[in-house]
């Protein structure tokens, strides 16, 4: 639903016309809009312009995550986005998660793709696609239950994350069964992800990549001290920024990811440095204003985030985004297609793969894609880091997050909340 929010806008005015904004505020960082009589009184008396500057966030990317947020709550049933699920008994069934920032123009897409097809497709889709902040148990809830029999599982998986599709407990078993296939039927992914430094394309054919959520850091250039400005990952294991960094351990499947990674490239002792360098658990939305002091609180001076948030910052405020030497570490978007509806489910690949996915992946949410035909504006030294497919197939990647966790907790010597 199109929502009318301007930034002249009070708080309360918003609040009061849109309710579910309130959690919205409150998890951007705005804690005192909790309280209705805060809400009440100086609701009335701030716009969302004046807010938005004393916390030295950026207007329109902040405003573009409100709408999000106004129309997943709100969602209007003639504009055919109602129902991010669908269960009627389908030929076929498709499941995962989006990325937030972009699930509302993908479903959008989807929803009309699906009207315009739904003649020759032939056949019914059953899918429940949620936000990826909804998380991922009920999906793996289903595999568990699945039990070994691959015919309880859904046609077609999309996630971003590891666990899930490596975790032997969960998907690992079903792909080391043969079960699933890479039907892109792409011979040739984006250059940006396949040339001398990394290859996303799974070499058994299996997994499918349609982009990636990449991780950066930003640095508060206030709180930095005389220290150097750090510019690798290296850098953050420096004894000088122990205990000082922020990491997004709210979200789980980027948190997998980095310390996976870590591991990877730097081994357990890159491991437990990053462990002695957690000053604070974040969720990325809270990082881009992680310099605004709390009380006694110490502030990050490094904050690791998704380069989408990373670029919500306020070119005025203290936060300096940078990206590291050695790449961006990745998020793989996945993609997994069991073989057995294989005709089926083509065409659904096909669109998630189309250059029109791409570009929302990529343009709108700073989510790179593999389309070959999208161009993912990246700039010179704007790589990647990979685990690579021979690491991840040589290893149990379910076992090796746990261990990789206990090694990283073990170093921080906090509790995590």
């Known amino acids: 639903m199109k929502n009318d929010v301007k930034a002249t806008d009070t708080i309360y005015d918003i609040t009061e016309k849109y309710p579910d904004t309130i959690n919205f505020f409150v998890a951007n960082g705005f804690e005192n809009l909790s309280n209705p009589v805060m809400r009440r009184t100086l609701g009335k008396t701030v716009t969302l312009e004046m807010a938005l500057s004393m916390k030295k966030l950026n ?60 003649e020759t497709l032939g056949y019914t889709v059953d899918y429940d696609l949620k936000s990826a902040n909804l998380g991922l148990d009920d999906v793996k809830e289903r595999v568990i239950a699945a039990n070994g029999n691959a015919d309880l599982l859904s046609d077609l998986y999309m996630s971003a994350g590891f666990d899930l599709f490596f975790d032997k407990g969960l998907m690992g078993r079903y792909g080391e069964a043969g079960e699933f296939e890479d039907i892109s039927g792409l011979d040739q992914i984006n250059p940006d992800f396949d040339n001398d430094r990394i290859s996303l394309k799974d070499p ?26 750090p510019e690798s990952w290296a850098d ?6 122990e205990n000082s960094i922020s990491l997004p351990m709210k979200d789980l499947d980027m948190f997998n990811a980095f310390i996976l990674h870590i591991y990877r490239y730097y081994g357990e002792e890159g491991v437990e440095k990053m462990g002695k360098s957690l000053l604070r658990s974040m969720h990325p939305a809270q990082m881009v204003k992680s310099h605004i002091s709390k009380g006694d609180a110490k502030v990050p001076v490094i904050s690791v985030t998704p380069y989408f948030f990373a670029s919500m910052a306020d070119e005025k405020g203290p936060m300096r985004p940078v990206w590291p030497k050695e790449g961006a570490i990745i998020s793989p978007i996945f993609l997994l297609a069991r073989k057995k509806n294989r005709d089926k489910v083509k065409p659904f690949v096909d ?67």
């Open 351 to 417: 669109f998630l793969y189309s250059k029109e996915v791409g570009e929302i992946l990529s343009s709108n949410g700073k989510f790179p894609s593999t389309n070959p035909l999208v161009d993912n504006h990246l700039k010179e030294g704007q790589n990647f880091m990979w685990l690579g497919w021979d690491f991840i197939h040589n290893h149990d990647i379910g076992e090796l997050i746990k261990t990789v966790e206990q090694t990283f907790y073990h170093a921080a010597e906090k509790e995590i909340l």
């Open 204 to 229: 058994k054919g299996q997994y499918a990549i349609i982009g990636v959520v990449p991780a950066i850091f930003m640095v508060n250039i206030n709180a930095l001290g005389d220290r150097p400005m």
């Open 236 to 241: 953050l294991m420096k004894p000088e920024f």
């Open 59 to 118: 207007q329109e990317a902040f405003m573009q995550k409100l709408s999000e947020a106004i129309e997943q709550a709100t969602p209007d049933p003639s504009a055919g986005l109602a129902p991010m699920k669908k269960e009627n008994g389908g030929d076929i069934r498709i499941e995962g998660v989006l990325p937030c920032p972009i699930r509302l123009p993908l479903m959008e897409k989807f929803e009309s793709w699906l009207e315009a097809h739904k």
